[in-house]
């Protein structure tokens, strides 16, 4: 018998995979997707792809100039600032993490926060060193600052709007953050459209700033295309990373036109954001949970009278899909919730009220 497994890695068994539940027949809100509505219909037949455009026989380009000139238009930067793409803000998320890799470096990151910091962190065997939230997911600043001085990170990854907790955090303590460290910090942005509370006018005063974005909150997750935004220097680093053709024909072309209908999609998210304070309202009657405000589309609640878990599964019984938090120390007895239509939403709240 051949034994490969020898030349494993020692640690793999440390790693899990990343399972997702068979959403089929079911009102998905577990992934923070956009919820298939008319607008977004109409936003998708408008795009008018040509056929003749997309030669699915080639490669894709290998940097889209087209794409990264639009960007950097759109936001009012000048050439001094370069544009990466992933297959998704996690592809450029690792391409940072690599670029980044020398042996005893740190990374610090935020606790709880998006689940794929650590997990890319590790599988690149960099640091991880998480950096608790108070009780209400807010950032403790004085021990932050502290131990940026104490583990002298090389990357220190900022969601904000945070997943999962949903909160927004103050800005000032983001740029305390950024001034108090020569590590390069990476604000991610996902969720950005749903609170206006960007951070990319800050990225021509500070050249360790690097700003990420993705499509997959808006609408298009199925395209997987993240971008992020630095100074040339750390566009060319991350570009040396980079898998060649890591973006497929097709993404970039509707993306590009997805641009031309932009106005459209920043409507469609403030539908969205008027769902979401429908939906925090509708839950903030409930008796048995405890809900809170949120920056993005989705909602986090905790159950009070039951575990997370059964919660779950009640839901899912009832071919409701929503993401259960308990595996999370810090998240004991949470869920969340993604926004979805006012019809799938009111169904959430009738079917959880009856299992509270």
Known sequence: MVNYKKYLREDINNFKEYFIDNPENMIKLDAMEYPVDKSLRDVIKSLNINEKEILLNRYPESHSQELEKII??????????GVNFGNGSDELIQNICLAFSKKGNNVMVPSPSFSMYEKIISTVNLKYIPEYLNEDFDIKIDQMIKNISKYKPAIIFLACPNN??????DKDKIIQIIESSESIVVIDEAYVDFCESSYIDLIEKYENLVILRTFSKIGFAGLRLGFMISNKEISSIINKIRLPFNINTVSLKIIINIFENFSIIKKNCQNIISLREKLYSDLSELRNIKVLK????????KTL???????????????ILIKNLNNNSNLKNFLRVTVGT???NNSFVSTLSKYL
Do not use: A, R, V
């Open 72 to 81: 950097l238009d759109y936001f009012g930067l000048n050439s001094n600032f």
């Open 305 to 319: 009278n039951k575990s997370s878990d059964e919660i779950y599964k009640l839901l899912k019984d009832s071919n």
């Open 294 to 301: 949120s920056s993005t589309n989705f909602l986090i609640f």
């Open 164 to 169: 999962p907790t949903s909160n927004l955090w």
């Open 342 to 344: 006012e019809e799938e």
